[in-house]
């Protein structure tokens, strides 16, 4: 059995050190190592053998199973060494070679602009606050003061899935919810950007899908000269600090009384271009004090609060200000167009 033992010992470091992959090592390791192999078979014959025999043999055996262990160790790391060297020589950098420039995405216009508008808000307090897109009858309608088969639902010609679940229109349903969850008090003072949905045939100045901020502040004591002095802010950081707004009456069935808001020319100062119409005015957003029945349906007392909201659309105010005259660039993914906004 010892001969047996040095013979297996002898063999098995022959072919370990004239194994050429770590596949073959491992081969040899189960051969000779595995529970199938000669060396675990002669350690079940030991049980044949006298019992004073049997430590020196179990001792021996150990010997040469460790004996093989460390060369196959060995083996293994020297194999692993060389397969990372030649994988090294056939990686090699030249680094004599010139570098390819790395191009740099641009932050898309009209996200660009959303991101000055919120940052203006922020500044002046207001907070962004967001909701669902597919949006309840409720939400978008009679929280806003638009009844079933009230008239002015015309003016949004709406996606709707069910009777009762459509695309939202307008971000206002935001407003109401905000306001709900304030349970009647104040102050409520947000922002909220995003995607609206409107059955509209889509042309230079139209889309069925477009984006929209709206903006609500509710609290005691709010005027429209708050309103006004907001907007006029506004108006200023984003076109210039000369400009001037004007406030027209107008309606709005959740807002009353009700205003379009116009901003002076930025390109003639109010003498009359091409871009006003001759006017000396653009027409940027529509806005007014909140309706008490708006209030009333989210829980706060009409007598003891009062507010203003507006509403504005990102595209038009991108388009007044790069000079932008097709709404549908900003969706047709046109590199030509997108890479005139260059990175600052």
Known sequence: MQDRLMTLQGEAVEKIEQASSLKELQDIRVEYLGKKGPITEVLRGMGKLP????????????????AITTKVEAKQEKLEREELDRQLSKETIDVTLPGRQVRQGNAHPLTAVIEEIEDL???????????????T?????????????HPARDMQDSFFITEDLLLRTQTSPVQARTMEKHKGKGPVKIISPGKVY??????ATHSHQFMQIEGLLVDKNIRMSDLKGTLTLFAQKLFGEDREIRLRPSF??????????????????GSGCSICKKTGWIEILGSG????????MARFDPKEYTGFAFGMGPERIAMLKYGIDDIRHFYSNDLRFLEQFKRA
């Open 137 to 149: 009858d409720y939400y978008n309608f009679e929280a806003l003061n638009l009844p079933k088969n």
């Open 252 to 269: 709005f069935p959740f807002t009353e009384p009700s205003v379009e808001v116009d901003v002076s020319c930025f390109k003639c100062h």
């Open 198 to 203: 409107r059955r509209d045939t889509d042309d």
């Open 51 to 66: 019992a004073e025999e049997r430590p020196k043999m179990g001792q021996l055996a150990n010997e040469v199973r460790e």
């Open 289 to 296: 004090m909140v309706h008490p029945t708006v209030l009333e």
């Open 121 to 135: 808000f922020i500044g002046m307090g207001f907070s962004v606050a967001e909701g669902p897109e597919v949006e």
